[in-house]
């Protein structure tokens, strides 16, 4: 058994790979995925996008196998699928051809609407110590959270490799301690969504050949954010835990997004107002700052291990890591650029 699934996953990270190299030199040939930089871009050169379509197909493809064997939890699978692909396929024609602002937005509520029914929102949240139920405000908190999350994951995706080395490190970890857990079907599917990343981060990491695009940026923060509030109640990885993995674009994304709010600065105007962006102003290259994301990740991934030991530790744990990470925010988010708007 773990021979096969062994095999599956290196077949998953080689397919990747290699239909993200033909992908990248398809759209080389034209310009209709080509993304030409401006004065906001991180890159100075055009550059493909839409490469995330590879591991998003690739996952969807395994998350419908789940769903067509009567694997357990066939309400995630078909939250996962049905959402997924919504997400996925408004994503792709954003980067082939742009959509609106309002559009895009609606068809993600649609998407999130859709998940939140099919996986019970959240009825049920313990903070450790005593379970708090929240009846209709779960759901509505619960679809609130996919929403925010499927845009957060997107503005995160700034610089070369960040988004792919964010997704392969959270889908590892959550991975490992849902087997753990005894949930082997989720966690071998957040794997080889780490492997399909692997394969993508080839032609992705610094400096890039191809972008994910929203098709990646959005299904990935989609994703998360379904399985955080799945698993929160059918597995003993509470949403705390999940929280913890995803600190560093929770932290970086949510604060710019509120500091921009507060200076009346429009939230969906393209800018390069997050840390890691400022990181990069400051002069450190795009593969410094991502290698110093995926160290914060394998701490973060260490922390939330401890919280999944210890539940009643984990709210306080959060607090912890979300305190660090919001002082590395104010250290490198570029405010001169907030007050100019």
């Known amino acids: ?33 080509l993304d030409v930089p401006n004065e906001r871009s991180s890159h100075t050169s055009p550059t493909p996008r839409g490469g995330g379509i590879v591991f998003s197909g690739l996952f969807l493809a395994a998350a419908a196998v789940c769903l067509s064997v009567s694997i357990p939890h066939r309400e995630l699978w078909i939250a996962l699928v049905g959402g997924g ?18 559009a895009r937005l609606g068809l993600y509520a649609v ?39 499927t845009n957060i994951y997107n503005f995160m995706d700034g610089i070369d490799g ?38 993508f981060l080839r032609w992705n990491w610094s400096p890039a050949r191809v972008f994910m ?26 949403v705390w835990v999940w929280a913890i993995l995803l600190g560093v674009f929770v932290v970086d994304g ?8 507060a200076r009346r600065l429009p939230p969906y105007k393209a800018h390069r107002s997050h840390a890691y962006q400022g990181a990069v102003q400051m002069g450190h290259s795009h593969a410094v700052v991502s290698l110093a994301i995926i160290g914060i ?18 709210i306080p744990l959060l607090v912890v890591s979300y305190a660090g990470l919001a002082v590395l925010h104010m250290r490198y988010s570029p405010l001169g650029e907030e007050r100019q708007g």
Do not use: K
């Not at 998953?12 to 992908?23: D, E, K, V």
């Not at 923060?221 to 509030?229: D, E, H, K, P, R």
């Not at 949510?254 to 709010?261: A, N, P």
């Open 1 to 33: 058994m773990i021979l096969l699934v062994s095999v599956v996953l290196v077949a998953t990270a080689l397919i990747s790979l290699l239909l993200t190299a033909w992908m990248a030199r398809t759209a080389r040939g034209g310009e209709v995925l």
């Open 213 to 238: 695009g929203d098709v990646g940026s959005n299904m990935l923060g989609f994703v998360f954010a379904t399985a955080a509030l799945a698993m929160d109640q059918l597995s003993s990885v509470s």
């Open 85 to 102: 692909s919504v997400v996925a396929l408004v994503g792709w024609l954003d980067d082939w051809r742009g959509l609106p602002s309002f």
């Open 162 to 199: 960040i988004a792919a080395s964010e997704g392969i490190t959270v889908s590892v970890t959550a991975g490992v301690l849902l087997l753990a857990s005894g949930e082997p079907y989720v966690g071998w599917l957040l794997i080889g969504l780490a492997m399909a990343l692997l394969g």
């Open 254 to 261: 949510f604060l710019t997004f509120g500091r921009r709010l």
């Open 297 to 314: 990740n394998i701490v973060l991934g260490g922390i939330a291990a401890m919280a999944w030991l210890c539940p009643a530790g984990a």
């Open 111 to 149: 998407a999130a609407a859709w998940a939140t029914y099919w996986i019970g929102g959240l009825p049920v949240l313990s903070l450790g110590f005593v379970d708090v139920r929240f009846g209709l405000v779960g759901h509505v908190a619960a679809w609130g959270f996919i929403l925010a999350f």
